[in-house]
């Protein structure tokens, strides 16, 4: 059974997607959010793919995660390396999908580690 609060954020999220798509040029950052851990994605939705995915459970970032404290900072991290991979596959500019969450605690924080890493919202 979908929770009153999980509801209204799949109505926040269907009305965000109506205007919101992303390009080859400029994909779409999208983010999830569970209990303990966050996900990070570039998606250009005209092929219907993922250029570039993060999460905080990657392996590159286990030791960055271990040592920081709280989620806001695991997040802060997890949206750098988003940005770096990204700028890999040269990528600058995307479009911010906060996914029907409040833009605040961690998809903020998610948003200002990927402008920190080099991307234009």
């Given amino acids: ?19 919101i798509s992303g390009t080859a040029e400029r994909p779409r950052l999208t983010v999830y959010r569970s209990l303990n851990h966050v996900y990070a994605q570039l ?17 590159e970032l ?9 989620k806001i900072s695991k997040s802060k991290i997890v949206g750098i390396l988003v940005a770096k ?9 995307v479009v911010f999908d906060r996914n ?15 402008r920190e890493g080099g991307l234009k919202f």
Wanted: no cysteine; hydrophobic share 30%; charged share 35%.
């Fill in 100 to 114: 029907g969450y409040r833009y605040h605690g961690r998809i903020q924080a998610i948003a200002d580690g990927a």
């Fill in 43 to 59: 998606i250009d939705d005209a092929t219907g793919s993922t250029i570039v995915s993060a999460s905080s459970l990657s392996k």
């Fill in 1 to 19: 059974m979908i929770s009153r609060n999980e509801n209204s954020r799949l109505r926040s999220k269907t009305k965000i997607r109506k205007t």
């Fill in 62 to 70: 286990e030791e960055e995660i271990k040592n920081a404290k709280g």
């Fill in 85 to 93: 991979k990204a700028l890999e596959k040269k990528i600058t500019s």
